[in-house]
């Protein structure tokens, strides 16, 4: 399984483990997710990361326990794998954004069953790096809808839906 891990950096020739900038609430015995670490992403679950880093975005897709209201309510005929959602403030900067996919091995890391994180507490080598330069349209390929809203605000009551929603860097959205 590949792993990977996404920046706007082009010249990383290391990845060095390192505390995360911002402390998360991680639930009990999770603690040790704010210390330093290095973080991988899996292929499934890489559009999490296809935007600039500091882009607040929510994504959602259906689960086996999805209910066919909320499936209807939010994809309505789509047919898409997930929806990705962010503010018309950061609209231009991922149209704009060059990203760099780094080649992770899988030897070191660890799974911490979060939609497809993996860790490694020690240093890791990239073992290749690609160039995307179109966000929206590598999204389209990993069959993803990009949808542009004013605020991301509204859309907080997906946490109580039956769908999965993944908020990140919600700190940066407008009236978070």
Not at 137 to 148: D, G, I
Request: with cysteine.
């Amino acid at each position: 399984m590949p792993l990977f891990h996404f920046s706007e950096d082009p010249a990383i020739s290391v990845f060095e483990p390192r505390p995360v900038r911002v402390p998360v609430e991680r639930g009990r015995g999770r603690e040790w997710l704010n210390g330093p670490l290095v973080w991988a992403i899996d292929a499934a679950h890489c559009p999490l990361y296809l935007f600039p880093r500091e882009c607040p975005r929510i994504l959602i897709w259906p689960t086996a326990s999805t209910s066919e209201a909320d499936r209807y309510h939010w994809f309505g005929e789509q047919t898409c794998r997930a929806i990705a959602f962010i503010e018309a403030a950061w609209e231009q900067r991922v149209r704009t954004t060059t990203l760099y996919r780094y080649d992770l091995p899988l030897e070191g890391f660890k799974a911490i069953d979060d939609v497809g994180m993996w860790v490694s507490a020690a240093a890791v080598r990239p073992l290749g790096r690609s160039v995307h330069h179109d966000l929206p349209a590598e999204l389209a390929v990993k069959n993803v809808e990009l949808r542009t809203l004013p605020r991301l605000t509204p859309l907080r009551r997906l946490w109580q839906s039956s769908l999965h929603a993944s908020g990140i860097r919600l700190r940066n959205a407008q009236d978070w």
